[in-house]
């Protein structure tokens, strides 16, 4: 009898390290796991000013405009307001009134048309763009150019063309993202925003 109990103790005893065994193992593979899903995971995008040069920046915006990288946000691309959601009435009654004021024969979603073609109701222009790859939690749009010239290194003089088109006799409401893209590479190789260079479809003026 006694040796029959010991024997049974030791079965108990292989089961109970048996189970152990596995779940260590089982332990083992689900963190393999964890690791293999946390390499083969998309490396998230930088901050801009983590990018050293303002080359690296100004292709990093353009990259992303073109990719309307923002949409998966439901921000799209125009170049008349810094940041506007028209997702809001209040929003929307003003920007109605804005228009009226200055005398602009078009209605508020034709004016703040997202250029991308995705058809999103809140829209950014290429300061809001930087400011937003920047810091997406940061929709102050009175802020916005301000932020973007610091962030892309910009002169005052840049910062006002590029932004605002002073001098390069473009409006602004008519600037698609494919022309956008083109002027910010531009910038980025040769120093010079020159919005007159290129078309609307981003290629070079004959």
Request: proline share 2%.
């Amino acid at each position: 009898m006694t040796i029959q109990k010991k024997s049974s103790q030791q079965g108990v005893s292989s089961a109970s390290s048996t189970q152990r065994g596995n779940f260590s193992a089982e332990m083992a593979a689900r963190q393999a796991r964890n690791t293999i899903e946390h390499m083969i995971e998309p490396a998230l995008t930088p901050k801009l000013r983590d990018l050293s040069t303002k080359k690296e920046r100004l292709l990093a915006v353009a990259d992303a405009i073109e990719q309307a990288a923002l949409v998966k946000d439901g921000i799209g691309f125009n170049m008349a307001p810094f940041y506007t959601d028209l997702r809001d009435e209040k929003t929307r009654e003003k920007m109605d009134q804005w228009l009226k004021n200055v005398g602009r024969d078009q209605t508020t979603d034709t004016f703040f048309e997202d250029k991308t073609g995705h058809a999103c109701k809140t829209v950014a222009c290429i300061a809001g763009w930087t400011s937003l790859l920047d810091d997406p939690s940061n929709k102050d749009s009175e802020s916005m150019d301000r932020r973007a010239s610091d962030i892309l290194d910009l002169t005052r003089e840049e910062s006002r063309t590029l932004f605002y088109g002073s001098g390069a006799y473009v409006d602004r409401e008519n600037i698609t993202d494919k022309h956008a893209v083109a002027v910010l590479r531009d910038f980025a190789e040769n120093g010079k925003v020159r919005w007159g260079k290129f078309n609307s479809d981003g290629t070079k003026k004959r």
